[in-house]
């Protein structure tokens, strides 16, 4: 039977990829503890379409 916890699944997504213009999108996985962060995880990270460290945020 699986955990059952605080701990779910977000996706993270690239803030600049929209507005680029490029086409796909850059998308990341995660987790969290909603209990410890019920805010939205904003991370730096790398975004290959772009070739630059980007933010992304959490969505959904």
Do not use: D, W
């Not at 019920?38 to 991370?43: I, V």
Request: proline residues 3%; charged residues 35%.
């Amino acid at each position: 039977m699986a955990k059952k916890g605080n701990r779910v699944q977000v996706i993270l997504e690239c803030t600049e990829h929209k507005t680029s213009g490029m086409p796909g999108t850059s998308r990341y996985i995660t987790t969290k503890n909603k209990k410890n962060t019920p805010e939205r995880l904003e991370f730096k990270k790398f975004n290959a379409t772009l070739k630059k460290v980007t933010v992304h945020k959490e969505i959904k």
